[in-house]
């Protein structure tokens, strides 16, 4: 997923710094300009290894630890708030499936805690854990990968006015693939949630599910999983970028790469909620048709239509959802460029320069 060394930077250092350059970001430098980098510096290294954040800038933009770096912090911020937010997950998926019996967030959590007790808010935490960590992996780490290689495609002028179509064709291009990864551990997880009985978790979970509908049963999802996600990771990567971009623009007088790291991780916590709103509104419907999908065995987005009507498609469980991936989406983002910061790596996002020739 990594770029060789030897090709240059044409754009994207403006998609992480406010001033532009042609070559590799040196982070050492900037954090100390009388000091000079050791000449063993990461363009050399050939691994995947992560540098200790106690030797901070040794990993080079766009090489292979950088991508790298980028995978954990995906796995991290997606797999671990998405089990953190398990109990709202299990009570929005109960009302989509059975709105007669979970009529609201409030009566949802009664219900619940009346027939599961509090062990059965986290139902399907396992599925939820390892799903969206491999999910998540793909989606940051090739999302990066996408940014840089269409920004490549583009060119120094264009990349820099349609940033816009390149977050949003990078994040599709990337979220196609994480699908893949996260669909098998959704359809179980659905299962788990909205069917007591069916199964304690995953290790039971899963077997089952495959004997009831077959291997290819757990990929029946799919398609309205992209359905769900494309859209919804679409607004998710572009808006933050643009929203960053604002925030940094017009409500914070300091440049970014003179502002506190403390505070560039509240401007993506900040960016990254408000993006998760728009997100929400946007895959709610196909977010519906996967929970009805997943749980009704051959089912068709028909039927989930006909039951479920067109205004319930784009109203039921919504606002327990922009709670949840509002909340969701802003913690991801903090998470992720926490992790990047820890390993020496810049924030995601900022003021956008006019394009620059590239030196010869």
């Known amino acids: 997923m990594a770029f060789s060394s030897d090709r240059q930077s044409i754009i994207p250092s403006y998609l992480y710094s406010s001033s532009f350059t042609s070559k590799p970001l040196n982070l050492h430098k900037m954090a100390s300009p009388s000091s000079t980098p050791p000449a063993a510096a990461s363009a050399s290294s050939g691994g995947f290894m992560i540098q200790a954040p106690s030797d901070p800038g040794k990993i080079e933009m766009y090489s292979s630890q950088f991508y790298a770096a980028c995978t954990v912090g995906g796995i991290l911020s997606c797999g671990l708030t998405h089990m953190a937010v398990t109990p709202l997950d299990l009570v929005k998926c109960n009302m989509q499936i059975d ?15 009346k027939e599961q007790g509090v062990k059965g808010f986290f139902r399907g935490w396992v599925p939820t854990l390892l799903g969206y960590s491999a999910q998540g992996a793909c989606k940051f780490g090739f999302y990066e990968f996408f940014k840089k290689y269409y920004s490549d495609l583009a060119g120094p002028e264009n990349a820099a006015k349609y940033k816009t179509l390149i977050y949003l064709a990078g994040s599709a291009s990337a979220e196609l693939i994480a699908d893949v990864a996260l669909c098998p551990m959704e359809a179980v997880k659905v299962r788990v949630q909205t069917q007591p009985g069916f199964a304690r978790g995953l290790s039971d979970g899963f077997p089952k599910f495959v004997r009831s509908e077959g291997a290819l049963g757990l990929y029946k999802g799919l398609v309205p999983l992209w359905g769900r996600q494309i859209p919804y990771t679409m607004m998710k990567f572009a808006s933050f970028e643009t929203i960053v971009e604002l925030i940094y623009k017009h409500a914070i007088p300091t440049p970014k790469n003179e502002c506190s790291k403390p505070l560039q991780l509240g401007v993506s916590f900040g960016g990254g909620y408000i993006a998760g709103v728009l997100c929400a509104i946007v895959s709610h419907p196909a977010d519906n ?19 479920i009507g067109v205004v319930g498609l784009f109203t039921r469980g919504l606002p327990l959802r922009i709670v949840m991936i509002g909340t969701l989406t802003g913690a991801q983002w903090g998470i992720y460029d926490a992790f990047k910061v820890f390993v020496g790596l810049p924030t995601t996002g900022g003021a956008a320069p006019a394009a620059q020739p590239i030196k010869a």
């Open 289 to 307: 048709l996967v929970s009805f999908l997943n749980n009704a065995k051959g089912a068709t987005v028909g039927d989930a239509v006909k039951k």
């Open 99 to 113: 709105p007669a019996k979970y009529k609201s967030i409030s009566s949802g959590f009664g219900v619940l805690l």
